[in-house]
Structure formats: structure tokens, C-alpha cells
């Protein structure tokens, strides 16, 4: 695991010193003097944990955690604050704004770095329960739920830019031959090279590659239309045929093959803005051209 970041932000630079002496050791620190200065560099790089002073020059320690908390991408950072504050109602509204523990100045450092220790491991908990959530144990590729989460935000950036959102549907033929020979163990092995194919066809970092179910895989790809989808099939393909994963009992090739069905969206009938489709009118024609690729004899792609 990399070294957990922690996020100073306090406008006297004593009280910075003094905290970055007291957490030396426990991470990388960077530190912020005034309130958008803190959500600059919250933003720029997401840190691990955020030590916050209540009092700011600029808008308070409250409202920047206010602010955090309600971006999905920053929510999961603790907050402590870190202020000169002594009311219990002053730590309440540290709390209702989101924050996860309250210290009073002046500081104990051992208290400190004890109250710090605490939030990074509950944040080092989080990090893996997302990671877990979001991962197919079996190929390491992403899950159901992140395709469809992954889904809804292509589908809505597709709406805003007009750029085209492709989707590509795959299905290991001859599967069921393929376990009954050779024994589920190795059907688990060959799927997960067939993800390892898939993976290693991917040229840009907003390419989405999850097992949909079974011996299913989607592949979606934002600002790619159809003809950009076929290269990344027709890669996949080709990568799966120089495998040669043996398969005896395949009624299409002597090497496990795959047929893929290609959407994209907005549909050539419907011109750019298509309001009134539903994301899931996605899948479903891609899900179409999976069978209809099936029945044309399998180990092909269609459009
Ligand atoms: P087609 O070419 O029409 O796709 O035929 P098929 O045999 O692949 O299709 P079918 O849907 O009948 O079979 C899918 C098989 O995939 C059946 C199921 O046992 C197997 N399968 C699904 N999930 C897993 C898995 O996680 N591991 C293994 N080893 N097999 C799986
Ligand atoms: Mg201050
Ligand atoms: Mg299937
Ligand atoms: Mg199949």
C-alpha cells in the first residue's frame, strides 16, 4: 500500500510545523493556509485523511468540510478538526458538517498522532471495501455493479458532449462443452484469461472491461463509435486466436473463441441527441447483436 497523504490546513504556519512534527512518519504531508487553498489541493489530489482548523481567513474550516462531504469523490476522506473551538455546540458543528473527530488547541501530540492513526486505519477499511464492492473476485476485472454505475455516468457525459458511447458484449462460445470437459477449476482459469485478452485489447484509461455475469464481459467505451468498437473487438479476437487456449469439444474452432455484439449510442437512425433512450437500451441492443452473432456461426462480431 502507498503511503497514506495527509492534508494540513491551518493559516498559522507555527501550527502547522508543530502538526507536521507531531504526524512525521505517518505519511506524505501537504499543508494549505486558507479554505480554498484546502479545497485546491483536495481536488488536485485526494488525500487520506484532512486536518482541519475551524477558523480560516477565507470561509471557515466548516464550510470546506461541508463542501467536501457533498462531492461523492471526497466524501471518504476523514476530516478531524483541529481548532481553537471549545463549545460542545462548536464541535457539533464540526460534526454535522461531516467531520470524524475534534481536537481542541492546544494540541497533545501524542493525542494527536493516536486520533490520527485511528481515522487512517478506518480509511485504509473504506478504500478496500469500495475496491472489493466494485472487483469480480474471479478475474480481478470490474463487477456488474461498477459496469452499470460506470453506465449511467458514460451514458449521462455522452448526452452532455455529444460524443458517441459504444458498447461491446462478449460470450465465451461453447462454454458449457468447455467445463464438462476439462472441469470447472480449469473453466475458472480459462475465463480468466479470456479478461486477460480483453484487458490487454484496452488503449485508453476510460475503457470500462467488466464481467457482466457467468461467461459474459462488457466492454464500454466512451467517445468511440461503432467502427473503433470493431478494432477493439476484432484486437480481442485476434489476441484469443495467438492464445490458442485449447478447447477439444468447441463446435466452432479447436482454441476457446469469443462472439461479441457492438451498440452504440446514440443509434445511427436516431441523430446525435436521442432524449428518451434509456441507458439500458444499451445493453439490451448489444445483448441483440451478441445473439445475433451467435447465431451467424459464433466467433465473430456483430454490429
Ligand atoms: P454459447 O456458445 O451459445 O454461448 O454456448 P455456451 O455453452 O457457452 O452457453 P451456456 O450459456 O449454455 O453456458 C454457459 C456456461 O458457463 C454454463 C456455466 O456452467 C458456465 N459458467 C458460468 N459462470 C462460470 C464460472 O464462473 N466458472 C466456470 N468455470 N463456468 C462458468
Ligand atoms: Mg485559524
Ligand atoms: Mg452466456
Ligand atoms: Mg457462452
Known amino acids: 500500500m502507498n503511503a497514506p497523504e495527509l492534508l494540513l490546513v491551518d493559516d498559522d504556519p507555527g501550527m502547522i510545523q508543530v502538526m507536521a512534527g507531531a504526524l512525521k512518519g505517518m505519511g506524505r504531508i501537504r499543508f494549505a493556509m486558507d479554505g ?28 470546506v468540510c461541508r463542501r467536501m462531504k457533498a462531492d461523492p469523490a471526497l466524501a471518504d476522506v476523514p476530516v478531524i478538526f483541529v481548532t481553537g473551538y471549545l463549545e460542545p455546540a462548536d464541535e457539533l458543528r464540526g460534526l454535522e458538517a461531516g467531520a470524524s473527530d475534534f481536537i481542541t488547541k492546544p494540541i497533545s501530540e501524542p493525542l494527536l498522532v493516536a486520533r ?33 454505475e460506470a453506465l449511467q455516468r458514460e451514458w449521462a457525459r455522452a448526452n452532455r458532449t455529444g460524443q458517441p458511447l459504444a458498447l461491446l458484449m462478449m460470450d465465451v462460445d461453447h462454454f458449457k462443452a468447455y467445463n464438462d470437459h476439462y472441469g470447472h477449476p480449469a473453466g475458472d482459469d480459462c475465463l480468466r484469461r479470456v479478461a486477460d485478452a480483453a484487458s490487454d485489447s484496452l488503449r485508453r484509461p476510460t475503457d470500462v472491461l467488466a464481467r457482466y455475469g457467468g461467461e459474459e464481459f462488457v466492454v464500454l467505451l466512451p467517445n468511440t463509435d461503432g467502427s473503433g468498437a470493431e478494432d477493439v473487438a476484432a484486437r480481442i479476437q485476434s489476441r484469443l486466436r495467438d492464445a490458442a487456449l485449447p478447447h477439444a469439444t468447441s463446435q466452432t474452432a479447436d482454441h476457446v473463441t469469443v462472439s461479441v455484439g457492438i451498440a452504440v449510442y446514440p443509434p445511427r437512425s436516431a441523430g446525435p441527441a436521442a432524449p428518451g433512450l434509456a441507458p439500458e437500451r444499451l445493453t439490451q441492443a448489444a445483448d441483440e447483436a451478441l445473439y445475433a452473432a451467435k447465431q451467424a456461426g459464433r466467433d465473430r462480431t456483430w454490429r
Open 36 to 63: 480554498h487553498q484546502a479545497l485546491a489541493k483536495v481536488h488536485e489530489h485526494v488525500p487520506d485523511l484532512v486536518l482541519l482548523d475551524g477558523d480560516l481567513p477565507d470561509i471557515s474550516g466548516f464550510e
Open 116 to 148: 490520527v492513526r485511528t481515522q487512517l486505519r478506518v480509511k485504509a477499511l473504506t478504500d478496500t471495501l469500495r475496491a472489493v464492492a466494485a472487483t469480480d473476485g474471479l478475474t480481478g476485472q470490474a463487477n456488474r455493479r461498477s459496469f452499470d
